[in-house]
């Protein structure tokens, strides 16, 4: 997977005011994250394997050419420039899955702060004028819409108000 797919600045923020859509939003940004973890794992996987092959390699060799442990030894010296080339790869490819655990864990964590942003905003918490949102699960309103949806909801409301008086 490439690191383009991935935006962890915006991906880590909450806009307060689009709950909804940030709650549309949370499960493919988790999947994403949660994609890169297991590519990444399978990735060490493969790196592991192809140190197993190598020492397997150098031990039958030895084996069947008689060698003794001193001289297979050397034999693996001799492949060093190989299992180098390997280990860096290994070192960089945990580092990236030790950092793509972490961003996952931070859209984990995204997703609780949602669940208590939600929960205030239920509980009236915030000052802001309550207006009923008309979502279709997995869409997202456009602002227009929106806007329609918002400007009609408050003259009905007005109206309501108009005749209390």
């Known amino acids: 997977m490439s690191k383009q797919d991935l935006n962890f ?8 005011d689009e709950l909804h859509i940030e709650w ?18 399978d990735s060490l996987k493969k790196i592991h394997q192809q140190e197993k092959v190598i020492r397997s390699k150098l031990i039958l060799e030895a084996k069947e050419k008689g060698h003794s442990n001193a001289t297979l030894q050397e034999a693996y010296y001799r492949t060093q420039n190989e ?3 390997i ?22 964590d995204v997703k609780h702060a ?8 239920t509980n009236t918490y915030f000052a802001t ?8 699960s997995g869409k997202i309103m456009s ?17 309501r108000r108009r ?3």
């Open 24 to 41: 549309a939003k949370q499960p493919r940004k988790r999947k994403k994250y949660a994609d890169e973890v297991s590519f990444l794992e």
């Open 87 to 108: 280990k860096k790869d290994k070192i960089k490819l945990e580092y990236d899955l030790s950092m793509a655990w972490n961003a996952l864990k931070t859209i984990d």
């Open 163 to 165: 005749r209390k008086k």
């Open 143 to 159: 602002k227009e819409i929106a806007g329609q949806k918002t400007e009609t909801q408050r003259t009905e409301i007005n109206a």
């Open 129 to 136: 004028p309550r207006e009923h949102r008309d979502v279709e």
């Open 114 to 121: 949602l669940e208590y942003e939600v929960k205030l905003w």
């Open 9 to 16: 600045e915006e991906d880590s923020t909450i806009d307060l």
């Open 83 to 85: 299992h180098e080339n």
